[in-house]
T-cell receptor, first 114, second 112 residues
Framework: NAGVMQNPRHLVRRRGQEARLRCSPM?????VYWYRQLPEEGLKFMVY????????ESGMPKERFSAEFPKEGPSILRIQQVVRGDSAAYFC????????????FGSGTRLTVV | GQQLNQSPQSMFIQEGEDVSMNCTSS?????WLWYKQDPGEGPVLLIA?????ELTSNGRLTAQFGITRKDSFLNISASIPSDVGIYFC????????????FGQGTRLTINP
């Protein structure tokens, strides 16, 4: 009974490269959320997706960031042309029906841009 | 944007002591949640509060949802070494909203 699986756990990218972060929700969960955590700060909402639909992307930067949750496969958070300020921990959460108390977080992907 | 002000930022206590931390906001929240984050891991839900004035316990943890819906506290009684970590409050602004607003966290350190 695996929880929310995120990979990779650690990712190092040079400035200008692309970063792809993957999230497999818990079995039976069709709602996925992405959050970003800068060092010594709380988590900040980025985007909420259901299968094949972006429901709320109000926390996503306007440029370089995109997210998808295809019919088959994991949800992907994609950051193009990374900059040093993108270095952070990115957490994915899932829930069965979009109800907030049903959030389960993954262990996160730590992105370092060098 | 909406902010949750969490205090204190850090606490250094002796094992066995009780701990209290709180969260305040200028906005009214529909739901308050308390999470714990261990190093290198994602947050884990401790307690969820849904009604103003609600007082809920989970083992040695007790949390209350303020009457004004703008604040909450978390108490930990008789702290033990595994309580070490960062505690976050989080709020859901609207009943239909699916995103959480997080506080800045309280880092708890326990001296054995």
């Amino acid at each position: 009974n695996a929880g929310v699986m995120q990979n990779p756990r650690h990712l190092v990218r040079r400035r200008g490269q692309e970063a792809r972060l993957r999230c497999s929700p818990m079995k039976g969960h069709s709602h996925v959320y992405w959050y970003r955590q800068l060092p010594e700060e709380g988590l900040k909402f980025m985007v909420y997706l259901q299968k094949e639909n972006i429901i709320d992307e109000s926390g996503m930067p306007k440029e370089r960031f995109s997210a998808e949750f295809p019919k088959e496969g994991p949800s992907i958070l994609r950051i193009q042309q990374v900059v040093r300020g993108d270095s952070a921990a990115y957490f994915c959460a899932s829930s069965p029906s979009g109800v907030t108390f049903g959030y389960t977080f993954g262990s996160g992907t730590r992105l370092t841009v060098v | 944007g909406q902010q949750l002000n969490q205090s204190p930022q850090s606490m250094f206590i002796q094992e066995g002591e009780d701990v209290s931390m709180n969260c305040t906001s200028s906005s009214i929240f529909n739901t308050w949640l308390w999470y714990k984050q261990d190093p290198g891991e994602g947050p884990v839900l401790l307690i969820a509060l849904y009604k103003a004035g609600e007082l809920t316990s989970n083992g040695r943890l007790t949390a209350q949802f303020g009457i004004t819906r703008k604040d909450s506290f978390l108490n930990i009684s008789a702290s033990i070494p595994s309580d070490v970590g960062i505690y976050f409050c989080a709020g859901q602004l609207d009943q239909g909203a699916q995103k959480l607003v997080f506080g800045q966290g309280t880092r708890l350190t326990i001296n054995p």
